[in-house]
């Protein structure tokens, strides 16, 4: 006997419940919180999608795939001059980070409030992390080659460095939506090239 066809877009759901993750968090995240977002009831969501870690992998998966590797990644790994994806990167990082509806990176935020007994989340957002430091040290190689950054560059400590100041305006810019301060913040991610 086949089952009820379901009555909801799997993606439509995914993108409510990302929004309610990204504002409050994993652990402030309740069961109430994603059937009033998502419309659907617990059994629901469950019989869909899994437990509630169940749900936040699959939404870490879908944040990654419609947020950061279309603004980020894809940015990078564009082609043409590898120093100017950068410097796109960066004044994307202005924008977004000064922007009033700025609630930082679901990653991040994910990572800032995890228990730390909790290894298989915190191996899913490592591994999130792992290909945006990546992404930044492809970009890097390639901007190396064209003489674009010093070749005594190492890449991947200044992909590290550059992940951190991103996760790091992700976090302040929650606060401090300046312009100015979160300017010289990216400034002196932009020194690292030099």
């Not at 379901?6 to 994993?26: I, N, Q």
């Not at 564009?78 to 990167?89: I, M, T, V, Y």
């Not at 992909?159 to 996760?167: F, N, T, Y």
């Amino acid at each position: 006997m086949a089952g009820r066809p379901r009555s909801f877009e799997p993606d439509a759901v995914l993108e409510r419940a990302m929004h309610v993750f990204w504002a409050k968090g994993y652990e402030a995240t309740g069961i109430a919180d994603l059937e009033d977002a998502t419309g659907l009831g617990r059994q629901s969501l469950y019989g869909a999608f899994g437990d509630k870690r169940a749900l936040f992998a699959r939404v870490v998966d879908f944040y990654f795939e419609r947020v950061l590797k279309p603004g980020i990644v894809d940015v990078l790994d564009a082609p043409g001059s590898a120093r100017k994806n950068l410097e796109l990167l960066f004044d994307r990082w202005i924008e977004v980070a000064t922007a009033p509806d700025f609630n930082g990176c679901l990653v991040g935020n994910g990572v800032s409030a995890m228990s730390p007994g909790d290894p298989e989340l915190a191996d899913l957002l490592r591994r999130k992390l792992k290909l945006l430091e990546e992404a930044l040290v492809r970009v890097l190689r390639r901007a190396q080659d064209a003489r674009e950054v010093p070749v005594t560059l190492d890449p991947r400590a200044t992909a590290r460095s550059l992940l951190a100041i991103s996760q790091g305006l992700a976090v302040i810019g929650r606060v401090h939506r300046e312009r100015a301060f979160i300017s010289s913040v990216v400034d002196g991610a932009r020194r690292l090239l030099d």
